[in-house]
């Protein structure tokens, strides 16, 4: 019971952002297991409810690779592959809301294992619930596709859910029993997939196109000397910029940390946002990110500016405090 706990407690961060429609309101799947009472559909969840239409446009690419793997006869698994991770869930529900419309029939579902573990008493419970799902993936004969979000899950050397879920997994999908959706980085695909002769020809990979056209630090040096030093919880207002400041990456992370946004300038795809050090490094990470640095109340400079002619190109008057994006700023005319 000890490793079920523990195990509820890593699995329930990872799936916090899952869909919550239960697989309960299919049909095809609803089935207890033999000689028990118990459904196990309610241990899935269809990924296929959620709009995502600016994921569909950043990553059309991938996911018309994706559904394409997943139409093709040969029973491959895809594969997601990138270093952060950012992205993959929203890129696999877009993906799965595709499939599902060309085709009634054929779904991703993903384990809940949250529930699966709070609602069994036994280890011997959890296994056999495991073997259902499997069971039920298998005879729906490849319309029942499932997310694994962990490669580690079914993992021989580190397995994630303990040995004996893994073993279970690992030999359906060695077997090519079942299809599933997977994400990972490079150094975990080449570790538990490429070099496993059972696993590498039942996964295609695909790669998460992460180039980034900004050039340098994404942190503006003071921003990046807080980030070195040891209060990370203090709380900063810095400005963000980016190509798109209503990405669903960067939206995921704002709302699953509370930040609001104190000002934008959607025309300039900029924000303010209050947000503690420890943040930074993750925004920053965010593809389509540019550059975030503090947002500091900038002064006239009497003299100097008059010298110039800065204070009459910027419209200021001398001695007036304005911050980076107030409309001192963003409305004077060149």
Not at 164 to 189: H, M, P, R, W
Not at 214 to 241: H, S, T, W
Not at 246 to 267: D, F, M
Request: a neutral charge; hydrophobic letters at 45%; charged letters at 25%.
């Amino acid at each position: 019971m000890r490793k079920i706990v523990l195990s509820l407690l890593v699995c329930s961060v990872a799936l916090f952002s899952l869909p919550i429609v239960p697989l309960a309101q299919t049909r095809d799947l609803h089935r207890s297991v033999a000689g028990k009472d118990l459904d196990v559909s309610v241990f899935l969840r269809d990924m296929s409810t959620s709009e995502l239409t600016e994921v569909d446009d950043l990553y059309s690419s991938e996911i018309k690779k994706m559904t394409a793997v997943l139409g093709k006869d040969s029973k491959k698994s895809p594969i997601l592959i990138d270093q952060t991770g950012n992205d993959r869930e929203f890129i696999i529900q877009a993906a799965a809301s595709r499939i599902a419309s060309q085709s009634r029939e054929k779904k991703i579902y993903a384990i809940d294992w949250t529930t699966l573990f709070s609602n069994s008493t036994s280890e011997a419970e959890v296994n056999s619930a495991v073997g259902a799902i499997l069971s039920l993936a298998e005879a729906s004969k490849g319309n029942a596709v499932l997310y694994i979000e962990d490669v580690s899950a079914f993992s021989k050397d580190r397995p994630l859910l303990g040995k004996s879920i893994a073993s279970q997994l690992y030999d359906a999908i060695a077997q090519g029993k079942i299809q599933i959706v997977a994400g990972t980085n490079v150094e975990n695909f080449v570790d538990q997939i490429a070099s496993d002769s059972r696993l590498k020809n039942r996964f295609s990979r695909i790669d998460i196109e992460d180039e980034d056209p900004f050039v340098g630090d994404k942190l503006a040096p003071d921003l990046r000397a807080l980030v070195a030093g040891a209060d990370l919880n203090k709380k900063v207002k810095v400005i963000l910029q980016s190509d798109d400041i209503n990405n669903a990456a960067l939206r995921r992370i704002l709302a699953g940390n509370k930040i609001q946004v104190e000002s934008r300038a959607t025309g300039l795809d900029m924000l303010v946002l209050e947000i503690p050090v420890r943040l930074a490094e993750e925004i920053a990470s965010v593809r389509g990110v540019h550059h975030l640095s503090l947002d500091r109340e900038l002064k006239t400079l009497g003299h100097i500016e008059k010298t110039t002619g800065a204070s009459i190109a910027r419209t200021i008057a001398q001695g007036l405090n304005i911050s980076l994006l107030g409309t001192g700023v963003l409305n004077t005319s060149t």
